[in-house]
């Protein structure tokens, strides 16, 4: 589901505030950021989202609440909204506080990869995993016939996104989004959201109290926003409601609908870890978060020299792939296909899409991933943009030092690297930096 990337989640539950709201949010950044520095990676709640609007002044700022909400009123009851739903979602309505924190918090450190997977897929996250596998085998065996979405992928989504159900959220989905519409960053964006919760209100399908959620509106056991949810949520148990907090059926059946109409491959799977052979050319990495840049018949692919992380042959299959170093050229490899890029429409993250991937597979029997276990740490976003100001100085940078750690900054840290005779992987690290800075010029 698009993702509010971005990760929304505390920790123990997937949201990635990775920086961000991953729908609402600029959709450069391709690694997660922390509020602190982490033991394990921060996550955050992500949520099926559309692409937000630019950010705009807030109403705040000119008109008072009463009088916003009152015009809130007047406007749902002119889109169709029953009197009945007004006066009961929007009778107490007030500004929460800390959704507005959490909106305009700025997280300090970015995520790394392998810190950020580990935190995700614990053992006791795998564990539960398998077990609501074998619990609701029936149901998942019929979505993928109905679908085309194995389980194994239904049932990772479920448990980044809520904790198989645990983690829903527990904040008012109408007070959270009215809050954001009048006081955050993205006004249109989240009044419109706020129109559709009322609108899934005034259908019935579940309870004012019940309709519970993250700080940015993301809903239920999928964590779908309000208009996700009215375009693709189905109901599968049968009842006449679409409950995605508290049927399974109608939670994973959604999912599942959900991916169809995005672009799942039924015949495909989501991508592979491979090994590369020893001076690969990291210039062949796509450092683009929908991973574009260069891509691969499998068949090419294999001429280079990269194998299956078993050290096998890769598949003999007519199908296009590309490299990405989450991590960079001393972490793992990943060739991704196009259903990678799939997961990415949920969430905007090559960290969550990876670790989909990566849980779906160990769900299904699938060990740990090959390559060791290196472990790097976080960065400060205040390092980030000084190794902007600086890459800018030397003329590989063009955009504005912000200390987001996007494609565009990569692509400026490869054209150093292959200028300094370093492998030209566009990863970022304390020792990458301490060299961009060490660099002569202006």
């Not at 829903?168 to 249109?188: C, F, H, K, Q, W």
């Not at 060791?372 to 100085?393: E, G, H, N």
């Not at 970022?428 to 060299?435: E, F, G, H, N, R």
Request: charged letters at 20%.
């Amino acid at each position: 589901m698009q993702r509010i990337h971005r990760f929304w989640r505390r920790a123990g539950a997937s949201v990635v505030l990775l920086g961000s709201l991953s729908a609402c949010q600029a959709q450069e950044a391709a690694s997660p950021i922390a509020t602190a520095k982490p033991q394990q990676p921060a996550m955050s709640r992500t949520a099926a989202v559309s692409t937000a609007p630019p950010v705009t002044q807030p109403a705040s700022a000119t008109t008072p609440f009463p009088v916003w909400l009152e015009a809130l009123r007047a406007e749902a009851r002119r889109k169709g909204v029953s009197d009945g739903t007004v006066s009961l979602a929007l009778a107490e309505v007030a500004p929460i506080p800390r959704v507005i924190e959490l909106d305009q918090r700025q997280p300090e450190y970015t995520q790394t990869f392998r810190r950020y997977l580990d935190g995700v897929t614990s053992d006791a996250r795998i564990a539960n995993g398998k077990a609501m596998m074998q619990r609701h085998a029936a149901l998942l065996e019929a979505l993928e016939k109905e679908y085309g979405v194995p389980g194994r992928f239904l049932v990772a989504f479920w448990g980044l996104e809520s904790d198989f159900g645990r983690d829903i959220g527990s904040y008012p989905v109408v007070n959270a989004l009215a809050t954001l519409a009048y006081d955050g960053r993205r006004e249109a964006f989240f009044r419109d959201e706020l129109f559709k919760a009322l609108t899934i209100l005034d259908r019935g399908h579940i309870s004012f109290a019940k309709m519970k959620g993250s700080w940015a509106g993301a809903m239920g056991q999928t964590q779908f926003m309000p208009s996700t949810f009215l375009r693709y949520g189905v109901d599968e148990d049968r009842d006449g409601h679409v409950d995605i907090w508290g049927s399974v059926p109608d939670t994973l059946g959604s999912a599942a609908n959900y991916l169809k109409n995005i672009g799942w491959d039924a015949e495909r799977t989501w991508g592979r870890e491979v090994l590369l052979p020893h001076n690969f050319d990291a210039a062949l990495v796509s450092l683009d978060v929908d991973a574009k840049e260069t891509v691969k018949p499998l068949s090419e692919w294999s001429k280079l020299g990269i194998k299956r992380a078993d050290g096998g042959a890769l598949p003999a299959a007519e199908i296009t792939a590309s490299l990405i170093l989450p991590d960079g050229i001393k972490g793992p490899a990943f060739l991704v296909y196009d259903n990678y890029r799939v997961i990415l429409k949920f969430n905007r993250s090559v960290f969550y899409a990876v670790t989909i991937g990566h849980l779906a597979d160990r769900l299904a029997g699938a060990g740990t991933l090959a390559a060791p276990r290196v472990i790097f740490d976080p960065l400060r976003r205040d390092d980030i943009a000084t190794l902007q100001m600086k890459l800018a100085a030397l003329g590989f940078f063009k955009g504005t030092p912000d200390g987001v750690l996007g494609p565009a900054t990569r692509q400026a840290v490869r054209l150093f690297q292959k200028t300094t005779g370093l492998p030209p992987d566009g990863y970022v690290d304390a020792k990458l930096i301490s060299a961009v800075l060490a660099r002569p010029g202006a």
